[in-house]
């Protein structure tokens, strides 16, 4: 199989039902109108995850499994839930640059390799981008950042970009999700060579900005939590701006006769924020109830993936990273064995699913949870619950005094999973950025 290039899309907070290919309520209200026609072009002309789950429902450990294709628990950064600002200075907090990661095997099998967006995986000078693998960088370090001032939640600029080896700071003028865009078609108009990129949108985590809303950056300058304002309307929008840069890339990967030989892994960090919509599940970022975990995922190849697909294998973030250095022929270190399991002979032949044990712990909330089969077991504070999916996705039903023996079994195994993973550490920390004093409970 002939190696292909390689683009691993990640929005921000997006929900598991946003998109128009996964149920997605209608757009500019429009009901047949889709906030996400590009998406929705991608899926149908390729192969789309129904029950594709985050390796967490926080962003920056989902980022460290992805970068590692291991569990993100075998690294400290990846306790934090997630990786604070407060963190700029740290020599723990982040992906050791020691570690092998998904750009720096790629780059290693031949490719060249570039972030664009968002990095999330501690600060310079103990971590980077560029000690980590690519080639290239352009995008912002912490987590969220103003889409017009690029400052981040505590004022500072923070955005950068890769120039002969070195990071530095990058003060340009436009909306963030356009100039990720226009990056990412640079890249790729100069780079003649086989690539990987990390396509990392910060759409449509907060603040809620559309193109339109210059003047509000200013308001929220002091607090871009923006927990005054938003609404699903402006949110939508933020969606309909990434899908519209994406649709850009297919297209200019269409005019160079690339298409074909690239496959385009489209997905969600977690689950989503607050004017998410995660229908018909429960729960979102910060929660291991489905809504919180279930993402959508869209992988299109033409050359190896049949359209109109549609595949209910499970699956984590770390499976695709798996997939990727599968497909691009890298070579795995005996010293740091993966835990993600590559799904591409699913994508060469759709009957090839099987079963995928997954577990995930949160330090908020003593959470933990594992999914096998049609079953899910579920701890949330301190209460333990069983639940079949395939009857009962919203996780209404426990079916733990009815089936006391599979309850039983399933907590031994996440338990003897979780002996093979480091503890806690007892200083990691958890930034839920608001609380019930700021909204409702779910």
């Not at 505590?154 to 120039?163: A, F, I, K, T, Y």
């Not at 100069?190 to 990392?200: A, P, Q, Y």
């Not at 049609?374 to 009815?402: I, P, S």
Request: include cysteine; aromatic fraction near 10%.
């Amino acid at each position: 199989m002939e190696k292909p290039n390689i683009i691993f899309i990640v929005a921000d907070d997006l929900g598991y039902a946003d998109l128009g290919c996964y149920g997605g309520r209608g757009f500019d209200g429009d009901c047949q109108k889709s906030v996400s026609p590009e998406l929705d072009k991608l899926a149908s002309n390729g192969m789309l995850f129904t029950e594709g789950y985050a390796n967490s429902p926080v962003c920056s450990p989902t980022r460290f499994a992805l970068m590692t294709a291991r569990y993100q628990y075998r690294l400290r950064g990846a306790a934090e839930e997630p990786i604070s600002s407060k963190s700029r200075g740290s020599t723990t907090l982040g992906l050791p640059p020691a570690h092998p990661t998904l750009p720096s095997l790629l780059r290693a099998a031949g490719y060249a390799t570039a972030l664009i967006g968002k990095w999330h995986l501690g600060f310079e000078p103990s971590f980077g981008p560029l000690q980590s693998g690519y080639d290239e960088f352009f995008g912002p370090m912490s987590g969220g950042v103003d889409y017009f001032t690029h400052c981040d939640s505590r004022g500072v600029h923070d955005l950068w970009q890769s120039e002969k080896g070195i990071v530095k700071e990058q003060r340009e003028v436009g909306y963030l999700t356009d100039l990720i865009t226009e990056r990412a078609l640079n890249y790729i108009e100069r780079t003649e060579t086989r690539f990987f990129m990390s396509l990392h949108y910060t759409a449509p985590h907060w603040p809620w900005e559309t193109r339109d809303d210059l003047a509000l950056a200013q308001e929220i300058k002091d607090n871009i939590f923006h927990l005054h304002g938003g609404n699903i309307h402006s949110y939508r929008r933020m969606i309909h701006h990434m899908d519209e840069g994406i649709g850009r890339i297919a297209s200019l990967l269409q005019s160079q006769g690339r298409l074909n030989d690239t496959l385009i892994v489209f997905t969600s960090d977690n689950g989503g924020e607050r004017f998410s919509d995660n229908w018909p599940l429960v729960g979102g970022k910060m929660d291991l109830t489905e809504g919180g975990i279930r993402v959508p995922y869209i992988a299109h190849w033409p050359r190896v993936i049949q359209a109109g697909q549609v595949s209910a294998q499970q699956c984590l973030t770390m499976d695709w990273s798996a997939t990727m250095l599968e497909a691009g022929a890298a070579n795995i270190s005996d010293d740091y064995p993966l835990d993600g399991q590559s799904l591409l002979k699913l994508l060469v032949d759709p009957a090839q699913n099987f079963e995928r044990p997954l577990f995930w712990r949160m330090n908020h909330r003593g959470q933990r949870a594992m999914r096998l089969g049609a079953y899910k077991y579920l701890r949330v504070d301190e209460h333990d619950y069983l639940f079949d999916l395939t009857q009962d996705a919203r996780e209404r039903a426990n079916l733990g005094h009815q089936q006391p023996d599979r309850l039983l079994a399933m907590r031994n195994a996440w338990e003897e999973w979780n002996a093979t993973m480091p503890l806690i550490p007892a200083d990691a920390t958890v930034s839920l950025g608001y609380g019930r004093a700021d909204m409702p409970q779910r």
